[in-house]
Nanobody
Framework: EVQLVESGGGVVQAGGSLRLSCAVSGLSFGDSLIGWFRQAPGKEREAIAYISDSDGSRNCAETLKDRFTISRDNAKNTVYLQMNSLKPEDTAVYYC????????????WGQGTQVTVSS
């Protein structure tokens, strides 16, 4: 069973930084993408970034790539999201996602972690 457990959320002042962690278990690495999404109140869930567990290639939303960075530690089975220069509009619940690249693709989600940026 695939399990994703996020941590690292909290309250931070504008301009501050946070690092979110996603501990991954039950996943056979090599055929999946691990990513971060977020959902603010009243808004749709949006994709932030993903990283391939096979070759480490990564991608980040154009509007966030100057402030957010996704990385992984295979030894710890953990994916991170480093968030810098946080803004009040970054306030949201942040979710970790694992997409198994099969036919059809299969998605797994963590429970989410709240990030609140105060002005």
């Amino acid at each position: 069973e695939v399990q994703l457990v996020e941590s690292g959320g909290g309250v931070v002042q504008a301009g501050g930084s946070l690092r979110l962690s996603c501990a991954v278990s039950g996943l056979s690495f090599g055929d999946s993408l691990i990513g971060w999404f977020r959902q603010a109140p009243g808004k749709e869930r949006e994709a932030i970034a993903y990283i391939s567990d096979s070759d480490g290639s990564r991608n980040c939303a154009e509007t966030l790539k100057d402030r957010f960075t996704i990385s992984r530690d295979n030894a710890k089975n953990t994916v991170y999201l480093q968030m810098n220069s946080l803004k009040p509009e970054d306030t949201a619940v942040y979710y970790c996602n694992a997409r198994l690249l099969r036919n059809p693709p299969t998605d797994f989600w963590g429970q989410g972690t709240q990030v609140t940026v105060s002005s």
